[in-house]
């Protein structure tokens, strides 16, 4: 049985509570604490749920999509997407709304940013899939990135 740890963590609302339980290794892992209770303080279906998971999968593409690093944003909340595309890369198939989210991604036009993430995860086969363990199936970024669509209206 591993070691009863503390788990510390800030979210608006919580004021630095700190749950306690048994990590493994100190770390929760994508099917832990960290998602249920992030869930719990915005509600799952809420809007605020939805910008909290659109701006884990962006931190995720933008660690992904930095090649000078080898860290990996791991995107604990996206086990509540469902597969389903999240607002904020739906509104990327504007062209002046992907220009944001390209900016945000480091910079770049379509081609450029689909390159560098297939490139990198050609490198890296373990970014494309999340979740593999999970009762749903591995989820794939592509697909909750909407990379496809991303530029494709005025």
Same mark, same amino acid.
């Given at each position: 049985m ?15 509570? *700190?749950?306690?339980?048994? $990590? ?10 960290l ?5 719990? %303080?915005?509600? %799952? ?20 999509? #930095?090649? +000078?690093? #080898? ?12 597969? %389903? ?10 062209? /002046? @709304?992907?220009? +944001? ?8 036009? *379509?081609?450029?940013?689909? @390159?560098?993430?297939l490139?990198?995860?050609? *490198? @890296?086969?373990? $970014? ?13 970024? *592509?697909?909750l990135?909407n990379? /496809?669509?991303? /530029? +494709? +209206?005025?």
């Amino acid at each position: 049985m591993a070691e009863c740890n503390e788990l510390e963590f800030e979210l608006p609302g919580f004021s630095g509570r *700190k749950i306690e339980g048994n $990590f493994e290794g100190g770390n929760v892992s994508s099917d832990g604490v960290l998602p249920d209770l992030i869930c719990e %303080r915005c509600g %799952r279906f809420s809007s605020a749920f939805e910008s909290v998971m659109g701006a884990d999968l962006l931190l995720n593409v933008r660690s992904l999509l #930095d090649e +000078t690093s #080898d860290q990996w944003w791991y995107p604990h909340t996206l086990i509540y997407s469902a597969s %389903r595309v999240l607002p904020l890369f739906v509104r990327a198939e504007q062209s /002046d @709304q992907f220009r +944001t989210l390209a900016h945000l991604l480091g910079g770049g036009n *379509k081609q450029e940013l689909e @390159q560098r993430f297939l490139g990198r995860l050609e *490198k @890296q086969q373990r $970014f494309g899939r999340l979740f593999a363990s999970s009762s749903e199936g591995p989820v794939s970024l *592509k697909t909750l990135m909407n990379l /496809d669509r991303w /530029d +494709t +209206t005025n």
